[in-house]
């Protein structure tokens, strides 16, 4: 169990974490989520012992470590910026920790080799230097050099940033089943809202400093306590006065809707719970796999996401009808 | 398109230009004056003759003094790295209480050296020293002269030439992406494993580049030997000097500071190749600062506080007790024996309140200083040059720009003076011998190789990824310069000018060949100060000249390096 | 740059302590515009020689008989017979008339009063090796760069001349020159002589007649010298002008003037010298005259010294030393 | 117009680029895209001059630039790691390359400011040393530093790797702009398949060095030209055998069909080209505004997204039938 009791971090004058209260289980895949420079990269790296906190405490298991060494506190870190080391080639990068552990030199080929593999590098890489790979390949190494340590706690800082979806998802694979397998604590940090929800146990969402709000992926999206969680979590629709008018909220609250939350075709079960809305569809925009579409309603923009677009054979311009779920409304 | 054309045009015209420019610069200064002086050597009376080398070969303390050079070299490669490697830790990588200071007594042989270096650890460990007194009385029967020979000279020397160390390191120290050190740590490593794996294989092209400076000094070992080494331990650079000032021996001269230059660049050669196995760049993103590294271990911190302090005191009893001896009268400086009665300001009375005394400070000032300057400029575009890619022509300018090393600054005004006393072509028909220009010119052929090698150690500190960002952006090789590189080496560079000009103040070899007799420099003054037929306090003006220069370096070195302080 | 202008440039090793400032003023006195460059013993004839081609320099002096001898070998000089050659002793000036003589000096081997009385010190140089009991006891110089160390070689290798033997010497000379050097004390780089004197650790040396008395008062220490009966050798402080010299008549009437006896009548008053001409002796103080007439000149023939002198040094540096 | 003629491209022995032909038109918006290690820095480096091909032609404009040196080519770059001027601080970083063309100091402090805002760095910010920015902004810096530039052709190199989505839809938006208002040729690299099909106009996919496909969003997307694209570009069934079998396509070919295109309501226009099948719920992976489901049919796994979960009521281990789309199956 990972605690941080009112912890407050500074760089000289700029205080960087404000009062943070955040309990992290063990075993946990928990994730930090916050905009640019809200302060998730200096939380971790509190934890790992490279910032002292300059008020309250951090402890591990029920110990302060506020003063304990980097070096005792067995926290495998993968940098935001790498920190691979250049003098060595790749291989020896990710073997150093293993080297300093004393372990056979056939131990330590095997084990580099197999989360090599994991990470989808391959031999010739494994012998070059680090500055003649590319950037996805870096990151690879500073993964490959931390999960390969195997340690209790594992914070990862941005790991997967300069990857494709499909080195990701399969690197988020292998993260989560090294924490199921070895019951590995591990603090994400990321960017990527989307992959938070997916793949964590918790979140903790971060903004200027502050802790916003604490929970699972889905009370986070789907409870957002604060204003900020709500319009950082996924894209949303602030309701326009008309429309709030028309639904008989308060005209003084700030209302929102997800995207997802309006469907273009008709609901069935309950229909009572929908309000439709007659619309212009003035933009579709392409995603892939969905689109999002953008309508007018009496001079403000609505949008909703829909998946494929085949079936909805509405071109731009065109009036459709959309169900808004006011279940689904949020108000602040 | 036209003005692109003409544009493509104007860049080739001034690479043309430089390119032209170099081989000029190279030809009419190294080359040409210097190739002479080596033909003379092997083709006297127009045949060639191995005379020199049979003569040499013959002398049994001329092969022994050979032979120490090496070794000693050798010796110090590794004594000095070593050393060298704790100050700098010391005063830059762990927490060590006091590290500032620590480091301003390390940092003193910046401004001292030679002679007057070796004369102060005389005075504390020479037969009449304070610590051999000391010891004295302890073991009476101990015999006065025990620091003599390749142990005394080793250690004089190993201290002595720290400073590349203090220079180079303690700044490169400072690029390091200290996110590696944290990494290391957070895997577990010992302070020992991050120091020997993670930062100082960093730093090896800094090592390369002062080993060879190190190798280079300890080849070149003139003094140290000639005070300390007694009869077993001579080097054979004084003997290069002493021949190369006369007529008849100046051919043996010439073809053992061929050894030495060759030997010097064989090192330079071999440690190039070693160096690009180690080559490395750097893939930080941003780097951070280097923090301070704590030592856990409280006996080993003990230890390394104890170590420091002691070496420090190593460091500056001798530079103290040069700075009491100058106040002192000769018969104290040579015997040893400080009395009350021994000091006197009449040392610096009569040397600073001469009518004439400032002249010669103003004119070194000003020769060291256009040198200093100068060399450091265009070794500093000839190093970028260099390292802009790789060509035969480019190897062909880095070992040209050696050639100083492959004689003696005695030969290599010969030769100026003797190139360059009539109108030639090749400096379109002017005669430099008998002007102000000759000594300027001679001042920066012997320091080029010098600096080059200290530059090309700077430009390993650059990170080459941002050069390209703002080469993305339009910038000019100079803007570059100046705004992206030079700001990452200005340490180093003003480190070499201080260096540099420091050593070019109090030169006599070269300048009292080539100086014009209105200029008088302060080298030579000095020397005839020195070499007073009846002053019997000679001796103390070598001192309070000693004394003026440490003060005079260490305001450049201030001034350069409190500047510095406000940048990074 | 000073075509014709009847600026002169001297060159010499002789120009400090004031003799420089000394020069120029009383050349200013009698009409002459002088400027004095001192220049260092052996850097002198090198850069003379260096610069023959376009000189800067209109008249050297300073530099011993050996020294202007390699000069005149290099063509260096200009023969003229100043007005006052006449007054100088037998034998100094050149016989070709290219340099003429100033100043000379005694080069004496001295032993310390505290160890030595006149009766048990040496009474040559030889007594050096070949008395055991002095052996360790007398310093030499490590290298034969200076003066005065080439004129006590000179003075020991003059007395085994061969035609047949290596650089004109014999075996036996060469034999003599490295007994002096195993038996002595082989002084290291910044050893004062005089300190080692007075301490006792070497109370026998090399000394130039008009640098005794200063040095023995520093130290407070006296000493007698030996006076061999062959003599002993003469340094003497030449006096020539260079050959390509834009200034020709200027540089020979400085010449007349600075070699007259008035001049350096003044010139051994100010500095304690001992002149070579005749004529000015009696300004030279009473001490170096009187060691002047205690001791008979040692017969050398420094124009052959002078053609072999740096071969001589070569060989015993590489060859003769330790 | 800038055009890649037969370009290869080595390091050492190494070839990172094959036979590379493609044509980049003015006032593009051009995308290179593929897994991580496939050659797209490199692609973007030969252009902008840091590497020269070792065979082939690149042109720009119609003119041969393979020798023609970096400053003169005007292309701004931001560099997938950065490359900021540590000397310097964040002001001085974006205002390097207006003090070189001897802009006024007002007018660059202007310039700066402007763009500042456009990427969400404050005036403090601009105060700091580029070491003590966030890695977020420290990217942001590198994006405002080559902007403000406006340049004719923009080279970024994963510019939006580790910003949030919120920040990241803002500056497409802002390079969107840029791109259309100045008809700036924009190249971008990026690792995000569905950024590249949002932000495009048409994009070029990478694999080992070789150039798979070029082409707009949507043909990359729906008329993938090779296996690897259409694995790469967004997530897909491959159909198990009994599947092809029943659908009668031939059982040699490999058959894939989109998430998107498996439907769990019943599709209306045109039912005859729907194939119905029974399958048993056994997965829901949560994305926030979708959720992708995984059903088994026969032993056989099958994946779909479903645009939020609230109205698809059904649970884990239910029979259900989802609709396939056989116009939208690929075969190779
Ligand atoms: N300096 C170099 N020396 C040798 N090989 C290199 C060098 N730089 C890159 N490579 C190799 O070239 C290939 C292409 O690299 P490049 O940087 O273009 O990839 P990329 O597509 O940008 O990948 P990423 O998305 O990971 O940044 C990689 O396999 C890499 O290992
Ligand atoms: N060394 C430092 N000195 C001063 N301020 C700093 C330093 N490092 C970070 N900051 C500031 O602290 C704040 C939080 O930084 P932090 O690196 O924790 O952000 P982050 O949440 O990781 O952002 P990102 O997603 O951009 O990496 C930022 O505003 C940053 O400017
Ligand atoms: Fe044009
Ligand atoms: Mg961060
Ligand atoms: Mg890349």
Redesign the pocket.
Known sequence: MITFDNVEIR??D?V??QNLNLIINEGEFFTLL????????????SLVGFIKPSQGTILIEGVRVNDKPVEEREIGIVF?SYALFPTMNVFDNIAFGLQLQKKSKTLIEQMVWEIAEKVDLNNEQLNKRVSELSGGQQQRVAIARALVMKPKILAL??PLSNLDANLRGQLRMELKRLQREFGITTIY?T?DQEEALTISDRIAV?NK?YLEQVGTPKEIYNESKTEFVTNFIGDINLLPGNLKKELEIDIKLQAYIRLEKIYLEPPHPSPERYHKLGVVLVEKEYYGNLSKYTYQYQGDLMRSYVIDNERNDCAIGDHVDIYIDKNAILTF | MKHIMAKMKKVNAMHFLFLSGTTWLLFAFLIFPNINLIFETFFQDGRFTISAIERFMKSGRAMRSLKNSFILAGTLAITVNLLGTFIVLVSDYFKIKGSRFLKIGYSSTLVYGGIVLASGYLFVYGSSGVITNMLMKIFPAMNPHWFEGYGAVTFVMTFALTSFHIIFLSDALKNIDYQTIEAAKSMGASSWTILTKVVLPVLSPNYFAITILIVLTGLGATSAPLMIGGEHFQTINPMIIRFSKSIASRDIATVLSLILGIATIFTLFISKIIESRYHYMSVSKVK?TLIKQEIKNPAVNILLHVSAYTIFLIYVIPILLIIIYSFTDGYTIATGNIRISSFTLQNYTSLLFQPSSYKPYLTSIVYATLAAFMVGALILTLARYLRSGKSFYRSVVDYALMTPWLLPSTLIAMGLIVTYDTKRMLLFGKVLTGTPVMLLVGYIIIKIPFTLRMTNAALYNVDHSLEEAAKSMGARPFYIFRKIVFPVIRPFILAIFVLNFNALLADYDLSVLLYHPLYEPLGVVMKNNAESQINPNAQALVLVYSVILMLISTISLSLVYGKQKKVL | QKEGSGELVIYSNSLTDGRGEWVEEKAKEAGFTVTAVQVGGGDLANRLIAEKNNPVADIVFGLNTMGFESLKNENVLLEYVPEWAGEVEEGMNDKDGYYHSLVKQAILLIYSQDVYSEATGPQDWTDLWENPAFHGQYFLFSSLSGGTTRAVISGILVRYLDENGELGVSEEGWEAVKQLYDNGYIAKEGEEFYALLAEGTTPMGQMWSSGLAAREEQYGVKSYYAKPAVGVPYVVEQIGIIDGSSNIDEAKKFLDWFGSAEVQGKWAEEFYSLPANKEALSFAPEYIRAIDESLTVQDIDWGFVGAHIEKWAEKIELEIMR
């Open positions: 760089y000289g700029f960087a974490i916050g905009p640019s420079g809200c302060g998730k990269t200096t939380t971790l790296r935001q800082d941005e940090v960017h971060f400093g | 951070t």
